[in-house]
């Protein structure tokens, strides 16, 4: 005979085997001994719940008994929610997470079973939870929407001067430095600003503002506000007439000086003038029907510092030429270095009309010279009034002779007068 089922074991192949030497034992020729039955009833054993911490102990036929009160053995919940709860727990079960308990929202304090209460937390309209724009603050769920327009600090409201949007806490530092905001105009006229026009309304529209009168230029030294400019500008008329014609009588001395300025730069001292002689037609005309019209070239100069010198041109002839011929002469002027130079004036002068044809080859230029004669008055040195009358060819060129060749194109004439330099002494 085998002892109690109990002691024996189950090998790796499922069968049973043997407590003493581990062979394979036949399950139906397993007997229970009564008499080993007894004996293992009478024996002490631990709860099963020992490792939970029941300490009970005693005979094995008195723990179906103990069970039925051990505080760890799972009976049915009282509540019916159909859940296998250990005594122990039962309470807490009850209380905390049976689905069939009564249990009260901590927040609205409302009463609910279990379930539903678990179905509520989350929804609760008491409960605090953060803002969702991070602002910080706890607000109960029910007033979210509220705290979200009209208390949150990131909420998003317009400058009241550009209405562009800035949260709440932003907005008052924006306004600070916003451009449309209004700032007191410097000068302190009556109305503030948006302070990107403050430049423009110094400029143009402060009534404040000290502007300068508008003929400061002509030496008015008024300054005042726009009114006071007004004013000023109507009562002071004769006064600034008075500026205005200094200013225009010291313009006028400048204008003087710079004449004679350029006048300087642009003197002719080669000792050769071309004289372009323009308008032709118009001054013949005229010669013909007035007597004695003289043109005068501009004035030239031998050298830097040579004789001053001037052609004049009757078209319509003068002494022996009158009405037939072209009079050429030449003058000496009063310059600026004759009390270093040679006098009487004995240089070669050569007067040359152009041929202006269009072929250089057959161009027939008129040429006449002299050497001035030491005996005419006309060479010694000019006095301040210079003479009415020059030296030169009353019949230059005649009148027919000017209709043969191209003398006048596109009613322009030139002839050059030329001083010899070779015989110049110059400072
Ligand atoms: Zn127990
Ligand atoms: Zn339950
Ligand atoms: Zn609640
Ligand atoms: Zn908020
Ligand atoms: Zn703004
Ligand atoms: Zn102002
Ligand atoms: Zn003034």
Not at 216 to 237: I, P
Request: one cysteine or more.
């Amino acid at each position: 005979m085998t002892p109690v089922g109990l002691l024996f074991k189950v090998n790796s192949e499922g069968l049973f085997t043997c407590p003493v030497n581990a062979s394979p034992v036949d399950y139906a020729k397993i007997y229970p001994d009564p008499e080993s039955e007894k004996a293992i009833m009478g024996s002490v054993v631990y709860c099963i719940h020992h490792k939970e911490g029941c300490q009970w102990s005693d005979e094995l036929r008195k723990l179906k008994a103990h069970l039925n009160t051990c505080k760890h053995d799972a009976v049915l919940c009282a509540a019916h929610c159909g859940a296998m709860i250990p005594r122990v727990l039962m309470q807490d079960h009850l209380r905390y997470t049976c689905p069939r308990r009564r249990a009260n929202c901590e927040h609205c304090h409302t009463e609910f079973s279990g379930s539903a209460l678990e179905e509520h937390q989350g929804n609760c309209g008491h409960e605090p939870i953060y803002c969702e724009n991070k602002c910080g603050a706890k607000v109960q769920r029910r007033h979210t929407q509220q705290h979200l327009q009209q208390h949150c600090s990131k909420r998003l409201v317009p400058c009241r001067h550009c209405g562009q949007k800035y949260t709440q806490d932003t907005v008052c530092a924006h306004g600070e430095g916003c451009a449309r905001a209004p700032v007191p105009c410097p000068q302190r006229c009556a109305a503030p600003v948006p302070r990107d026009l403050l430049d423009a309304h110094l400029r143009d529209h402060c009534t404040a503002a000290a502007l300068p009168c508008s003929f400061r230029d002509a030496g008015c030294r008024f300054k005042g506000s726009r009114q006071a400019v007004e004013r000023h500008t109507e009562e002071s008329c004769a006064q600034h007439l008075c500026l205005v014609s200094a200013v225009a009588a010291r313009q006028a001395r400048q204008l003087d000086a710079l004449r004679a300025a350029v006048a300087r730069l642009s003197l002719n001292c080669t000792g050769a003038l071309v004289w372009r002689i323009a308008d032709w037609t118009a001054k013949m005309a005229e010669a013909k029907c007035k007597d004695g019209v003289e043109l005068v070239s501009p004035a030239f100069y031998t050298s830097q510092y040579g004789y001053k010198l001037q052609a004049s041109l009757f078209l319509n002839g003068n002494g022996a030429g009158e009405s037939t011929h072209m009079s050429v002469y030449i003058k000496i002027l009063p310059g600026e270095y004759d009390a270093l130079l040679r006098w009487p004036f004995a240089h070669t002068v050569s007067f040359t009309l152009f041929d202006q044809s269009s072929s250089p080859d057959r161009a027939c230029n008129i040429v006449e010279s002299f050497v001035p004669d030491p005996t005419w008055k006309n060479f010694q040195r000019p006095s301040k009034e210079p003479d009415a009358l020059g030296f030169g060819f009353p019949r230059f060129v005649s009148h027919e002779m000017l209709k043969k060749r191209n003398f006048v194109k596109d009613d322009i004439m030139f002839l050059r007068v030329k001083v010899d330099p070779s015989k110049i002494v110059a400072v």
